[in-house]
């Protein structure tokens, strides 16, 4: 069945995108946990689809077995190639297209991509028309509630055009450009756009527990999660099982922790290669150690690890020290 951001169940559980994470050993192990979560992927290069970019399209591959719904987020700044990219993402299996406006980093905004286009209204709604024009599938935008200084009537201004340009859901991070990730994100932007909007709006920004959830959904659609994952996938059956009515708590030992995390290691293997894949986890394996016993002394020898068993006997070695 094709999906339709109207006809989710709300509240809506979301997984961010985070270039340099959310790949599809991180969903999947995202969606093993609790699988009601909308996994979005890293974001992508628009021009890096047209033009046949191996890192581009390795972004995008997933497990559809799994990871279903899965929305890839391109960015660009090229009406044309926006749309012709979300059509190569039609014909490779995902169920919606997201378009990046949130993006503050300096290469991205350089070249009138990302946030940018907050600033470049007129160019924004044109990329969102052309895309939802070329593709059957929902399209979406995340964006952050401002550029530089907050101004309410234009974040309001700017949403409702979006819509009116054809963006079927948006997720608003409560944060400016200009404060990329300083201070804290606010949530009373974003409560103003649901008042006005016809489609669903998902709300984001500085979700680390479920009590964090009680207090910001508001009149929310949903709530979209990031940092707060890392390290800690099970923050996303607490906030469902809240969501449903009921009670759950993520595991606190490391041993209780340890099969989930092997899990996501051997997954990154399998989907980049033994060598990349525990390069990249390794930031994964120091998060799933935040907080716990001399951390610190693990953590140096946890980046530094060449293969899954090193990995297993790290943890062991943490595990009984500990019992
Ligand atoms: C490492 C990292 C990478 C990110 N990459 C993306 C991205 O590719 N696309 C995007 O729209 N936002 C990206 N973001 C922003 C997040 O999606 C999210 O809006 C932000 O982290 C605030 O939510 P949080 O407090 O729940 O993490 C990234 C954030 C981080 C920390």
């Given at each position: 069945m094709t999906f339709r951001w109207k006809d989710q169940k709300t509240p809506l559980l979301c997984l961010a995108p985070m270039e340099g994470y959310t790949d599809s050993a991180y969903r999947q192990i995202i969606k093993e946990v609790e699988p009601k979560v909308i996994c979005f992927t890293e974001f992508t290069s628009a021009d890096g689809l047209k033009f046949g970019n191996r890192k581009s399209f390795k972004r995008i591959e997933f497990k559809p077995e799994i990871e279903r719904p899965l929305i890839a987020q391109i960015f660009g700044s090229d009406p044309a190639v926006m749309a012709e990219s979300a059509k190569i993402l039609e014909d490779m299996g995902v169920d919606g297209i997201d378009i990046n406006m949130g993006c503050p980093s300096g290469k991205i905004i350089a070249t009138c991509r990302g946030s940018a286009l907050f600033e470049?209204?007129?160019?924004?709604?044109?990329?969102?028309?052309?895309?939802?024009?070329?593709?059957?599938?929902?399209?979406?935008?995340?964006?952050?509630i401002g550029f530089g200084k907050f101004d309410l009537p234009t974040l309001l201004n700017f949403t409702k055009n979006l819509e009116s340009?054809?963006?079927?859901?948006?997720?608003?991070?409560?944060?400016?450009?200009?404060?990329?990730?300083?201070?804290?994100?606010?949530?009373?932007?974003?409560?103003?756009?649901?008042?006005?909007?016809?489609?669903?709006?998902?709300?984001?920004?500085?979700?680390?527990?479920?009590?964090?959830?009680?207090q910001k959904i508001g009149n929310l659609d949903g709530v979209m999660i990031g940092r707060g994952t890392y390290g800690n996938p099970w923050i996303m059956k607490e906030v469902q099982a809240y969501f449903d009515?009921?009670?759950?708590?993520?595991?606190?030992?490391?041993?209780?922790?340890?099969?989930?995390?092997?899990?996501?290691?051997?997954?990154?293997?399998?989907?980049?290669?033994?060598?990349?894949?525990?390069?990249?986890?390794?930031?994964?394996?120091?998060?799933?150690?935040?907080?716990?016993?001399?951390?610190?002394?693990?953590?140096?020898?946890?980046?530094?690890?060449?293969?899954?068993?090193?990995?297993?006997?790290?943890?062991?070695?943490?595990?009984?020290?500990?019992?």
């Amino acid at each position: 069945m094709t999906f339709r951001w109207k006809d989710q169940k709300t509240p809506l559980l979301c997984l961010a995108p985070m270039e340099g994470y959310t790949d599809s050993a991180y969903r999947q192990i995202i969606k093993e946990v609790e699988p009601k979560v909308i996994c979005f992927t890293e974001f992508t290069s628009a021009d890096g689809l047209k033009f046949g970019n191996r890192k581009s399209f390795k972004r995008i591959e997933f497990k559809p077995e799994i990871e279903r719904p899965l929305i890839a987020q391109i960015f660009g700044s090229d009406p044309a190639v926006m749309a012709e990219s979300a059509k190569i993402l039609e014909d490779m299996g995902v169920d919606g297209i997201d378009i990046n406006m949130g993006c503050p980093s300096g290469k991205i905004i350089a070249t009138c991509r990302g946030s940018a286009l907050f600033e470049e209204p007129e160019l924004a709604f044109k990329i969102v028309d052309a895309t939802q024009q070329a593709t059957s599938l929902d399209v979406s935008v995340k964006m952050r509630i401002g550029f530089g200084k907050f101004d309410l009537p234009t974040l309001l201004n700017f949403t409702k055009n979006l819509e009116s340009s054809g963006a079927k859901h948006i997720a608003l991070h409560g944060r400016t450009t200009k404060q990329k990730y300083t201070g804290m994100s606010d949530w009373e932007p974003i409560y103003e756009v649901k008042k006005q909007a016809g489609v669903p709006i998902t709300g984001n920004g500085d979700i680390l527990t479920v009590e964090n959830v009680q207090q910001k959904i508001g009149n929310l659609d949903g709530v979209m999660i990031g940092r707060g994952t890392y390290g800690n996938p099970w923050i996303m059956k607490e906030v469902q099982a809240y969501f449903d009515g009921k009670e759950y708590k993520g595991p606190t030992t490391l041993e209780e922790k340890l099969p989930t995390i092997l899990r996501q290691a051997k997954l990154a293997c399998e989907f980049k290669g033994e060598k990349k894949g525990i390069i990249e986890m390794r930031k994964h394996l120091s998060n799933y150690i935040h907080g716990f016993k001399n951390a610190s002394k693990y953590r140096f020898r946890l980046v530094r690890v060449n293969t899954l068993n090193e990995i297993e006997e790290i943890f062991n070695e943490i595990i009984n020290s500990t019992n």
